[in-house]
């Protein structure tokens, strides 16, 4: 296991320490999002929509092996105008934007 | 000891109280925000405000907490205008109790024009009186737009001093906007949404611990009220020092927050209860 250059904020941890205080739990939720692939896929047929679209989207950007996955995969699941919609309808939020519009 | 920056207690137990109390929690400040429903009148947000300034403070000394609040109407009750300018309206005359620390959580919920002008409104308001701000952004899909939406409303009042303003529940994709245009950030730590103890400390590891604070934001849905010592685990957990997590948890939310001049984190003798409300 390789050693991590050592961060100003994060001083003592070296990459190897990170896998030993963390790979347990992650392979938990990795399971976990196995496990709720394999629950849509039982519930039988269908089509996906913009919200599991974009959840198998940000599933290949974990493995792009580029840095700062989780603020890429957050820009890919926002709403990327740029200007304020003319009235709210609703107050909830989905989870991640629909590219084909919105229900407000 | 640390201190908890957006809490919303009125939602919250007396054992949620105890906890966090035997957790180290010293001071809080409470946000006004939405209640889960529309008030049907303004009186309805009068009737708020004086919980916020009276009763909600007097629950909170019961446990050793110093309890300051904000006031406003939130985002998610700006869709009409004019009811949201009659509750401005009852503002001012609160502004005067001793808890009260700003404006806030004011900020956009899903974008809409109703809701800037709303937002705008109270930022004129906090402009006016020389206020602090605490700023709520979106949920989920629409957080990267609100929060470049509302930083570049508050651009447009050149009083506001943007140290004086915090923008709150910043995650990965908006952080880096809120603190490159010298702004004080918050993190809120929730179990689903928003951020968990293990991002946000990512976040000050990425970002550094300059202006940034972390918040249970505990409230009547999902949530954690103890998540703040949670985060300190967390931060002990990687061997950070112990000086940095009192920064972070303690230090940074009393820099903030001193400059409205009412806040303290001193420590309180708990009160006994008044049996004569």
Wanted: aromatic share 8%.
């Amino acid at each position: 296991m390789s050693e991590a250059t050592p961060n100003l904020n994060h001083p003592s941890m070296t990459r190897a320490q990170v896998v030993d205080a963390y790979f347990m739990e992650h392979r938990a939720r990795l399971l976990d999002v196995a496990a709720f692939l394999d629950r849509i896929d039982r519930a039988g047929s269908g089509t996906d929509d913009f919200r599991m679209n974009a959840y198998r989207g940000a599933i290949a950007l974990l493995l792009d092996g580029k840095p700062e996955r989780t603020r890429r995969i957050l820009e890919l699941l926002s709403d990327p105008s740029t200007t304020p919609i003319a009235a709210a309808h609703v107050k909830g939020a989905t989870g991640a934007h629909n590219p084909i519009g919105k229900v407000h | 000891m640390y201190i908890d920056p957006h809490v919303h207690m009125v939602s919250r137990s007396t054992d949620d109280y105890v906890h966090m109390a035997r957790a180290g929690c010293v001071a809080i400040t409470e946000p006004a925000f939405w209640a889960g429903y529309d008030r049907s009148s303004p009186q309805g947000f009068f009737d708020y405000f004086r919980q916020l300034t009276e009763s909600e403070p007097r629950r909170a000394a019961q446990y050793g907490i110093r309890h300051h609040t904000w006031l406003c109407i939130n985002p998610k009750e700006s869709e009409d205008p004019v009811f949201a300018r009659e509750v401005i309206a009852l503002i001012p005359e609160f502004l005067k109790k001793e808890n009260v620390l700003g404006i806030g959580e004011i900020g956009l919920n899903k974008n809409s024009r109703n809701e800037m002008e709303i937002l705008e409104a109270h930022l004129q308001l906090a402009s006016d009186h020389n206020l602090l701000v605490l700023v709520h952004t979106p949920h989920l899909e629409d957080k990267l737009k609100g929060t470049l939406l509302i930083l570049d409303a508050i651009r447009r009042f050149p009083k506001l001093d943007p140290g004086r303003v915090l923008i709150d529940h910043v995650e990965e994709h908006t952080a880096k906007h809120v603190l490159d245009r010298g702004f004080w950030c918050g993190m809120t730590l929730y179990p689903d949404t928003k951020c968990t103890p293990q991002r946000a400390v990512d976040i000050i590891e990425t970002y550094g611990s300059e202006r940034i604070w972390m918040n249970s934001a505990g409230d009547w849905g999902h949530s954690d009220p103890i998540a703040v010592p949670k985060a300190q685990m967390e931060m002990r957990r990687r061997g950070h020092l112990e000086s940095l997590v009192r920064q972070v948890t303690f230090g940074n939310p009393q820099r903030f927050l001193s400059q409205s001049g009412r806040f303290s984190a001193e420590p309180l003798q708990p009160t006994a209860p008044d049996i004569t409300r």
